[in-house]
């Protein structure tokens, strides 16, 4: 599979500011943003700031940045949910 131009990918034209997105959180390497087909409340995608076609392209220091936001993402969604089971009160 030929690897898209970086100004034809979805993803680097929202971090561009070129196409629109929810950016939920960032860091350094990568950037968690809503899906705009959700299959569930608050479904978002972690992408990384860096354009590459496989994940596995990525530097050591761009994936550990990438899933410790996944990973802060899980933690959010697990503790929201947790709110919400128990009424609200954290």
């Not at 070129?18 to 959180?25: L, Q, R």
């Not at 968690?32 to 596995?56: E, F, K, M, Y």
């Amino acid at each position: 599979m030929p690897d898209k131009n970086p100004s034809e990918c979805v993803f680097c034209r929202i971090l561009s500011g070129k196409s629109p997105g929810y950016i939920v959180d960032e860091n350094d390497a990568a950037v968690s943003l809503l899906d705009i087909n959700p299959l569930a409340q608050g479904h978002c995608l972690v992408i990384p700031r860096r354009h590459v076609q496989w994940w596995h392209n990525l530097a050591v220091p761009e994936t550990e940045g990438l899933f410790r936001l996944a990973r802060l993402g899980e933690t959010q969604s697990l503790l929201d949910t947790q709110r919400r089971l128990s009424g609200g009160q954290s």
